[in-house]
C-alpha cells in the first residue's frame, strides 16, 4: 500500500510551514484532505524550495493549470484508442500516454531554455 501523511506529518516530512500548505491549498494546488500520498509529499517538498526563491504558490497555478491542458492534449490524441473497449486498445493508450508526457516535456523544456538563454546570455 502507498505511503499515507497526516497533515502534522506531511508539514514535518516537506519541511514545510502550515501556512505554505494553506496557501497551496488556496491556490488549488494541493486538494485538502485528511490524509496526503507521496506525489502531495513531493509537491509541498518542491512548494518549499520555490518559497525560499520567494515563489509562491500563487505564482505557480498557471503551471497547474498547464498541466491540465496538457492532459486534454492526450486524452484527445489518446481518444481513438480510448473508444475502444479491447483490452488491446487500452494497454496501448497506457503505453503512449507517459511518450506524449515526455515529449511534451521535452518542447516545455526547449522552450524554458530558450527563454532563459534569452535572459542570461
Given at each position: 500500500a502507498a505511503r499515507r501523511y497526516k497533515r502534522d506529518e506531511l508539514l514535518k516530512?516537506?519541511?514545510a510551514s502550515a501556512a505554505l500548505l494553506n496557501d497551496a491549498v488556496s491556490a488549488g494546488l494541493i486538494t485538502a484532505a485528511d490524509t496526503y500520498?507521496?506525489?502531495t509529499l513531493t509537491m509541498?517538498?518542491?512548494l518549499v524550495a520555490l518559497e525560499a526563491h520567494g515563489i509562491q504558490p500563487r505564482h505557480?497555478?498557471?503551471l497547474r493549470q498547464a498541466?491540465?491542458?496538457e492532459v486534454t492534449l492526450v486524452e484527445s490524441?489518446?481518444?481513438p484508442l480510448?473508444?475502444?473497449t479491447d483490452a488491446a486498445s487500452r494497454g496501448r493508450?497506457?503505453?503512449l500516454a507517459p511518450e506524449l508526457v515526455r515529449r511534451l516535456d521535452e518542447v516545455r523544456a526547449c522552450f524554458v531554455q530558450g527563454a532563459l538563454e534569452r535572459l542570461l546570455p
Open positions: 516530512s516537506a519541511g500520498d507521496e506525489n509541498l517538498r518542491a505557480v497555478r498557471g498541466a491540465e491542458r490524441a489518446l481518444a480510448l473508444r475502444r493508450a497506457g503505453e
